[in-house]
């Protein structure tokens, strides 16, 4: 191979050169010989090779290497990215297909960390090139995409965060959902249930057909997981509107708490099953599930009750009764449910936040929701008969 590059190198005339330089690539990458790929490699980066003529060829050995088996891609990528590393400046644009190639395979390893970490090396902002908005927020999201592959919602929230800083900038629809599915997920890593539930369902409308019944799952998981207030009763009801909510399999608990109606903790073994390891994690009262149940169950108990003891809403709430007082109090305070508490007497004091007609005119739009809902659907496995109306 050292021969061969020596004898192009003295040929003075340059497309000549560079026609030789493609076709011993080529040959090279056929044979697929690691000692003789690291000596093009060599050849290519010394500074005694012209640089019109080693970008040229550096670009052409980026592309066609992934022609080459995973491994054999992983050692001469990370051959060439360590070499080359005392002029990255010149070859910029090499490093970054190179690199995206090797991410690519760690990607397919599942190695989602190293793959995020060859990406994030990529340079973006250096001068020496100019990459469109669209180009810079299809590495922050895919470097974002990775992280959380790997529960690293913190690392992947700051670069879906510089995502956001261009996206506006960007026509891609494509990119726009990706975009958008990335920040729903960071949400719900954090624990925002309330706000990933807004983008879950957005999402549910946007993504591929067979895509959407996932995202409105996920809309309605995270729904119930929110901290109970006026915002998720909203939320709740829209998810409940909505007809597709009803072919899902935790339905019964959406529709329950929709309702108000009063939820035992062994109604959430299903569940409980469907939830992500960070949607189970521990608060200090309980898991987030619990917590959101606990919280539900009182502020139903709020529009069956006037006023409870302590004792017995702690009953109600399967929990202590000073536990009960101290998350009425909570939920009092941060003014996500009405009313007040009377320590002497060990009662708490519930505010009506519905008038009864209000209450009556939302009980007759659920009624004719699900008798449209049945209707539609009698017409539509028996068109023959709904002529005949």
């Known amino acids: 191979m050292d021969k061969a590059l020596e004898e192009i190198a003295s040929n003075p005339d340059h497309k000549s050169k560079t026609d030789k330089y493609k076709n011993l690539l080529?040959?090279?990458?056929?044979?697929?010989?690691?000692?003789?790929?690291?000596?093009?490699?060599?050849?290519?980066?010394?500074?005694?090779?012209?640089?019109?003529?080693?970008?040229?060829?550096?670009?052409?050995?980026?592309?066609?290497?992934?022609?080459?088996p995973a491994n054999l891609q992983l050692?001469?990528?990370?051959?060439?990215?360590?070499?080359?590393?005392?002029?990255?400046?010149?070859?910029?644009?090499?490093?970054?297909?190179?690199?995206?190639?090797?991410?690519k395979i760690y990607e397919s390893r599942q190695e989602w960390r190293e793959?995020?970490?060859?990406?994030?090396?990529?340079?973006?902002?250096?001068?020496?090139?100019?990459?469109?908005?669209e180009e810079k927020v299809q590495i922050y999201v895919k470097i974002a995409r990775l992280y959380l592959e790997d529960d690293e919602s913190v690392q992947a929230e700051a670069y879906i965060n510089r995502a956001s800083d261009l996206i506006h900038q960007c026509k891609s629809a494509g990119l726009q959902l990706a975009y958008k599915t990335c920040?729903?997920?960071?949400?719900?890593?954090?624990?925002?249930?309330?706000?990933?539930?807004?983008?879950?369902?957005?999402?549910?409308?946007?993504?591929?057909?067979?895509?959407?019944?996932?995202s409105l799952q996920f809309a309605v998981t995270c729904a119930l997981l929110a901290r109970a207030g006026p915002q998720r009763s909203r939320m709740l009801?829209?998810?409940?509107?909505?007809?597709?909510?009803?072919?899902?399999?935790?339905?019964?608990?959406?529709?329950?708490?929709?309702?108000?109606?009063?939820?035992?903790?062994?109604?959430?073994t299903f569940l409980r099953g469907t939830l992500q390891p960070h949607q189970l994690a521990g608060t200090s009262d309980g898991t987030v599930l619990d917590r959101a149940v606990m919280e539900h169950n009182l502020l139903s108990a709020s529009k069956l009750y006037n006023n409870i003891t302590f004792e017995e809403l702690g009953s109600l709430?399967?929990?202590?009764?000073e536990r009960a007082e101290k998350v009425a109090a909570?939920?009092?305070?941060?003014?996500?449910?009405?009313?007040?508490?009377?320590?002497?007497?060990?009662?708490i004091y519930f505010e009506s936040t519905q008038d009864t007609l209000g209450k009556w005119d939302e009980q007759i739009e659920s009624v004719c929701h699900h008798v449209n809902y049945i209707l539609e659907g009698?017409?539509?496995?028996?068109?023959?008969?709904?002529?005949?109306?």
């Open 115 to 133: 793959a995020a970490r060859i990406l994030i090396a990529i340079p973006l902002d250096s001068g020496q090139r100019v990459l469109t908005p």
């Open 183 to 214: 920040f729903a997920r960071i949400l719900d890593f954090k624990a925002e249930f309330l706000k990933a539930s807004n983008r879950y369902y957005e999402l549910s409308q946007l993504v591929e057909e067979h895509e959407r019944m996932t």
């Open 26 to 68: 080529l040959e090279t990458i056929g044979t697929q010989s690691v000692p003789a790929l690291k000596s093009f490699i060599e050849h290519m980066i010394d500074e005694r090779t012209p640089l019109v003529i080693s970008r040229t060829l550096l670009h052409a050995f980026a592309l066609e290497l992934s022609n080459l």
């Open 75 to 103: 050692e001469v990528g990370h051959f060439t990215l360590d070499r080359i590393q005392s002029r990255v400046v010149a070859f910029e644009e090499q490093v970054s297909i190179v690199r995206q190639a090797l991410a």
């Open 317 to 321: 709430l399967e929990i202590s009764p």
């Open 378 to 389: 009698l017409t539509s496995k028996y068109p023959q008969y709904a002529a005949l109306v």
């Open 237 to 268: 009801a829209t998810l409940h509107k909505d007809e597709r909510s009803q072919l899902l399999d935790i339905y019964p608990v959406l529709e329950k708490m929709y309702f108000e109606r009063i939820i035992k903790k062994a109604e959430l």
């Open 330 to 347: 909570s939920m009092i305070k941060e003014k996500r449910m009405k009313g007040s508490i009377d320590q002497i007497e060990q009662l």
